[in-house]
């Protein structure tokens, strides 16, 4: 049988009583979609990691705990340069759309400095918690799951980071632009998303947890 | 299917050009990126896995056929029905039912391709890596032998001191990026990727239920691999997620891995149930009934599945209140269970059944998923599960549910897609030669196991006394083992003969209603040469009776 008769219907005379509702041709996109359901698949991993976290809050049997080492305000600063990065990657999306390159390229260079700026941060305080505290991942059930939480966090920093320096150097050869800027708005989500995650370990690990 | 020349030895010259032509062919399946190649690479390595997983299963029913038997030690046991249970679930029924989908969403839903082709690939490639790397532990000093659950604290590196369990997590993890690279696909293919005027509400139920299963995937894998992460951290650099003298709990293991575990049965489920659907309406010559109840039911069970996992985990003593809250969501998900059974019964009821091989197995499925259906509403029960648990019992319910009804499910689509998959038909006598022996084989070996769980016996036992009386049950499990043998070398005796020798099948031998019978068998690489336009749920019915098109009574 001829498959073309299935789409040829339309508008013929005698088929006219016979065309059946009208279809809906809008297309629809693949890249937007398929980001939603890694995020969701991300949250559902991050939430694993953090149910974790909180079934071994002060469950520890040895030191050093939480409290003793764990300090606020590297923690607030990073906290601060992740909000603020999501800010300033919502303007360069929002600048690509609009073709202000200038804008674009300016803001989304602000981005990955914030982002490095919290790794940077995520170092200082790694290494205090690791030469001082003697704090590491196999010392007691804290640095476990801290490590642990943290680390995976900080690893999608590091990806997203890489994400928006490819994103630039797409921009520059011209493979995203005005009319092509789904993949930057994808990233972006992506870099909300873990600037969320952040929020959420914040409050966990800095905040309840201390 | 993918067929290899070898070199002739008759001419040099011959021989080069045949070489070329099978580095060609090679290079051909290895590169490729078009859905329904990587469909058939999935259905052959899951097949090849499913032999693997069978002779392992055959070894272990040899070994339990006489009480007190040596022919197996028990380490070999142990590792033998950790690899049959992790191969079965992790590279036979649930990689087949993704390659199915893989074949068939886009041709269902009259799309070109899957929304992201070279995703697609990599989902398979990590896919047949992760299980090589899992079978690698055999070369590499002993398989995983920890169960396919891999309880903690036995995965421990105090008590698992060898690599077996790195090999089994490392396989796990590898298999289970690419089973959720391939879950995004296939969501993202469903909604986004419909060809004109298919809405949600019109899709065929076998792409409705790939949709609620990948959805299931996305939520449920990401735990396992979280919690694989932690074993891997917990065994590789020393830390204490499930070390309960550091002040860990093994009890967290039970519960993530659950939490995956019981979704994953519906993963294995919900596409089988979508076979049926499609099935039983064509050979019943009617539409099926209730498309939206059906549709609904599994919304529900989609739902419910998530919140029944502690019902694997009666016996460790939580408290009365989480036995009573699991055990009553998992007696609800009987209901939209059991509404799907009353719809493929209803839309037999009356039809002009036609009784091909498929449908001989479609039908299977409804008798023995029922009864696994029927022994899992009394393990929901927390008292019959505290009597039950960790006998044979168990082994014989879940076996009726993935074996009676999974596998008969997927035979039935394999006999009633191969011939669009290959351009030639099955052989229906040993088709049906098939479907006999391995509805006796089954029953053979899985109905006693009941008998012998209830008598006592537990699982994961290599040998047991003669007094027990258990020895009888387990002798005709072992012959019933045997005859499911027979009927397998069947079955690949079948696609063998039939490869070469079957009936030409042309577009459309069952006389079917959706998209993927309006294009040729086998399909061209761009599947339709125009995207057809749909405007009802059998659109080929349309096209053959426009006189009564079904828009008028949906």
Known sequence: MSHASLSSSHGSTAAARRAGPAVDLRPTDRVRVGMIAFLISEAAFFSTLVVAYITYMHQTTTGPTPEEVLKLPLAIGGTICLLASSLTVHVAAGALRGARMGTFYFTLFVTIVLGALFLLLTAIEWRELIFEHHLTISRNLFGTTYFTLVGFHGAHVTVGVILLAVMSGLARFGKISSANHDPFEVVSWYWHFVDTVWIVVFTVVYVVGR | ?554
């Not at chain 2, 790939?210 to 396992?224: N, R, T, W």
């Not at chain 2, 932690?230 to 650099?237: E, K, N």
């Open chain 2, 1 to 554: 299917m993918a067929v290899v020349e070898g070199a002739s030895p008759d001419t040099p010259d011959f021989a080069a050009g045949s070489r070329r032509h099978a580095a060609a062919v090679v290079s051909t399946w290895v590169t490729t990126v078009d859905h329904k190649q990587i469909g058939i690479l999935y259905t052959v390595t899951t097949l090849v896995f499913l032999i693997i997983g069978g002779l392992e299963a055959m070894a272990m029913r040899l070994q339990l056929w006489s009480p007190d038997a040596n022919l197996i030690g028990p380490d070999a046991f142990n590792q033998l029905f950790t690899m049959h249970g992790t191969t079965m679930v992790f590279f036979v029924v649930m990689p087949m039912l993704i390659g199915f989908a893989n074949y068939l969403v886009p041709l269902m839903i009259g799309a070109r391709d899957m929304a992201f082709p070279r995703l697609n690939a990599f989902s398979y490639w990590l896919f047949l890596f992760g299980g090589l790397l899992t079978y690698f532990s055999f070369l590499a000093g002993g398989a995983p032998n920890v169960g396919w659950f891999a309880y903690a604290p036995l995965t421990e590196y105090a008590f698992s001191r060898d690599h077996s369990t790195d090999y089994w997590i490392l396989g796990m993890l590898v298999s289970g990026v690419g089973t959720l690279a391939g879950a995004i696909n296939l969501v993202t293919t469903i909604l986004t990727m419909r060809c004109p005027g298919m809405k949600l509400g019109k899709v065929p139920l076998f792409v409705w239920m790939m949709l609620f299963d990948a959805i299931l995937l996305v939520i449920a894998l990401p735990p396992l691999t979280a919690a694989l992460a932690m074993l891997l951290l917990d065994r590789g650099l020393g830390a204490h997620f499930f070390d309960t003298s550091a002040g860990g709990s093994a009890l967290l293991w039970q519960h993530l891995f659950w939490f995956f575990g019981h979704p994953e049965v519906y993963v294995m489920a919900l596409p089988a149930f979508g076979i049926i659907s499609e099935v039983v309406p064509v050979f019943s010559r009617k539409v099926i009934f209730g498309y939206e109840s059906v549709a609904a039911a599994t919304v529900a069970i989609g739902f419910l599945s998530m919140g029944v996992w502690a019902h694997h985990m009666f016996t460790v003593g939580m408290s009365n209140a989480l036995d009573a809250i699991f055990s009553g969501a998992s007696l609800l998900i009987a209901v939209p269970t059991g509404i799907k059974l009353f719809n493929w019964i209803a839309t037999i009821y009356g039809g002009r059944v036609r009784f091909a091989t498929p449908m001989l197995f479609a039908v299977g499925f409804l008798a023995m998923f029922l009864m696994g259906g029927l022994t899992g509403i009394m393990l929901a029960a927390v008292p019959v599960d505290w009597q039950v648990s960790d006998t044979y019992f168990v082994v014989g319910h879940f076996h009726y549910v993935l074996f009676g009804g999974s596998l008969f499910a997927m035979m039935a689509a394999i006999y009633y897609w191969f011939p669009k998959a290959t351009g030639r038909m099955l052989d229906e006598r040993l088709g049906r030669w098939h479907f006999v022996l391995m509805l006796i084989g089954f029953n053979l070996t899985f109905f006693p196991m009941h008998i012998a769980g209830m008598l006592g016996m537990p699982r994961r036992i290599y040998t047991y006394s003669a007094d027990r009386g258990w020895t009888y049950w387990n002798q005709m499990a072992t012959v019933g083992a045997m005859v499911l043998g027979v009927a397998f070398a069947i079955f690949f005796w079948n696609i063998y003969v039939s490869l070469r020798r079957g009936k030409i099948a042309g577009d459309d031998p069952w006389d079917a209603w959706t998209l993927e019978w309006a294009t040729t068998s086998p399909p061209a690489p761009y599947n339709f040469e125009q995207i057809p336009i749909v405007r009802s749920r059998r659109p080929l019915w349309d096209l053959k009776h426009p006189e009564d098109p079904d828009w008028d009574h949906e």
